[in-house]
């Protein structure tokens, strides 16, 4: 058995899988990351300081191997950024990734501009451009910048079909070759020869299921797959996921535009705001607030086919005097439990919540006991999965396995 475990989220991003991937990756010998692009901001808090992680593996801190995969498009800009805090022999990137070029970050903000009122809400930073030029076939793989067959004209006349041009495409690719020298290879092969000789990987998603391309809020969704079923496709090989992960944050956020069934509207929602820190590590904005959703949950769940959650941020909701958890949605007098009935009408549907006891004032060191020991036992048995993580606070140690 490989023993390979993927950590995916459940919401709409944003749940805290960057600390709960830094938390696991003691128990791995590697650590991949299997989508998305720079538009990603894993945020993990040590002794030694906050460090947030957009390319680089959340386990960059902790002295493992880390693979970034070809479902992953790459901006060398911001790796150059993250790879001074780690040993470069500790990383491998595959060279079939597509990379972030100027053009597309250009092509972002034009196709954002285009939107008008219906703007998505993108970080611009050219990720799903990369995807949909890659299925064009024009963008370049990274080990197409050390091939001298590359040929980037008709790559470049493409984005002049948009008024878009670049002044020194050159010296971007001389830059790009420096930053990736020495990194690249086959990550596809390297997962299998480090199963094959008993090693473990953990495969850490990006974003969150509800904005995955395909199975997500569309339009208002990224430009990857952020499921755990992509790992395989990813990679390339039909390796063994012995176990998934679903972080969800014990209420919701969503950043950008796009509907929002459990939005909270008044005061409370700018309360856990300040509370949580909540505000995007990619761009700062300020993230929507809003209840638990366990509609979008189960189908989350479903779609990951994960039997065990971890529930982050319970220190915020211990300072919360009220607890509301969505159970379902009412369209036009009718109630559902089905996220996927409810989907080509997200914007429309009402939620219906349940009250519980708030576990406000919750002292952690106490253990998982009263309320809270409610609370998760509550979302055990209407999510039936297993509740096996707690996270109260930034730091690895504010974490509990249960």
């Not at 006349?157 to 020298?181: C, H, P, Q, T």
């Not at 929507?288 to 220190?315: C, F, H, P, Q, T």
């Not at 349940?354 to 576990?359: Q, R």
Request: glycine share 8%; with cysteine.
């Amino acid at each position: 058995m490989s023993n390979n475990l993927a950590v995916v989220g459940l919401q709409w991003g944003d749940e805290g899988k960057g600390k709960i991937v830094d938390y696991l990756s003691n128990g791995f010998d590697a650590v991949a990351r299997f989508n998305g692009g720079s538009n990603a901001g894993h945020t993990v808090v040590t002794e030694n300081g906050r460090y947030t992680f957009h390319l680089l593996p959340s386990a960059a801190l902790n002295d493992k191997e880390l693979l970034i995969a070809p479902g992953v498009v790459l901006d060398t800009e911001v790796l150059k950024d993250e790879l001074p805090l780690v040993k470069k022999e500790k990383v491998l990137i595959d060279s079939k990734c597509t990379l972030v070029t100027p053009f597309e970050k250009e092509f972002d903000a034009y196709i954002e501009k285009m939107r008008g009122s219906m703007a998505i809400g993108t970080t611009k930073r050219g990720i799903g451009p990369a995807y949909a030029v890659r299925a064009l076939r024009l963008s370049p793989r990274a080990m197409d910048l050390f091939s001298s067959n590359y040929d980037m004209r008709s790559f470049a006349e493409f984005y002049r079909a948009f008024g878009i041009s670049i002044d020194d495409m050159e010296k971007w690719m001389d830059n790009a070759r420096k930053i990736l020298v020495g990194l690249l290879g086959d990550v596809s092969e390297r997962v299998l020869d480090l199963n094959e000789s008993g090693k473990r990987i953990l495969f850490e998603g990006s974003q969150g299921s509800l904005l995955d391309i395909l199975y997500g809020s569309y339009p208002f969704v990224t430009s990857s797959h952020t499921t755990a079923n992509y790992i395989p496709a990813s990679l390339g090989i039909n390796l063994a996921i012995d176990r998934v992960l679903g972080v969800a944050k014990c209420y919701s956020t969503r950043v950008g535009s796009g509907p929002f069934p459990t939005e909270i509207k008044d005061m409370l929602s700018d309360q856990i705001r300040e509370l949580g820190q909540e505000y995007g590590a990619t761009t700062g904005r300020a993230r929507r607030v809003g209840w638990l959703d366990l509609v979008s949950m189960r189908y989350a769940i479903r779609l990951n086919n994960n039997k065990e959650v971890a529930i982050s941020k319970l220190d915020i909701l211990s300072k919360l005097k009220e607890l509301k958890v969505c159970i379902a949605y009412r369209i036009d007098g009718s109630e559902t439990e089905n996220f996927f009935d409810a989907l080509p009408r997200l914007a429309d549907v009402e939620p219906v919540y349940d009250s519980l006891d708030p576990i406000y004032g919750y002292d952690f060191n106490s253990g998982v006991a009263g309320t809270l020991r409610k609370f998760v036992e509550y979302i055990e048995d209407r999510l039936k999965v297993k509740v096996s993580l707690l996270s109260y606070g930034a730091g690895r140690s504010k974490t509990v396995e249960l």
